[in-house]
Nanobody, 130 residues
Framework: QVQLVESGGDSVHAGGSLSLFCVVS????????MGWYRQAPGKEREGVAI???????TYASSVKGRFTISQDNTKNTLDLRMNTLKPEDTAMYYC????????????????????????WGQGTQVSVSS
């Protein structure tokens, strides 16, 4: 079992920045891939970013260049820095731990599994006004 607790969500104006934080606890190991996904009202879940143990990251095309994911394995934290926010970024953001497809697979291959397989937190709301 993995427990994840998000924080940092807020209401901001378009063009603003926000950082989301996630504290991870429980049975974490290298077979998990950590990331963020989001879901807006009436819309499907959307993967945002995923990070591998070597620090390499994969982003959704809609956020690439604006969002940065990072993790601190010693503190068991996962952060998401969001810059140049747009109204379409408005959503509930979830921190998630999903499974590596096999021991040698990269976490990029698990991107679409965020919020589908594994564990996730309760979410933190981000609202961006125009």
């Amino acid at each position: 079992q993995v427990q994840l607790v998000e924080s940092g969500g807020d209401s901001v104006h378009a063009g603003g920045s926000l950082s989301l934080f996630c504290v991870v606890s429980g049975d974490t190991n290298s077979n998990y891939c950590m990331g963020w996904y989001r879901q807006a009202p009436g819309k499907e879940r959307e993967g945002v970013a995923i990070i591998d143990n070597d620090g390499s990251a994969t982003y959704a095309s809609s956020v690439k260049g604006r969002f940065t994911i990072s993790q601190d394995n010693t503190k068991n934290t996962l952060d998401l820095r969001m810059n140049t926010l747009k109204p379409e970024d408005t959503a509930m953001y979830y921190c998630a731990a999903t499974f590596r497809l096999h021991p040698r697979a990269t976490c990029a291959a698990s991107f679409e599994s965020l919020g589908v397989l594994g564990y996730w937190g309760q979410g933190t709301q981000v609202s961006v006004s125009s």
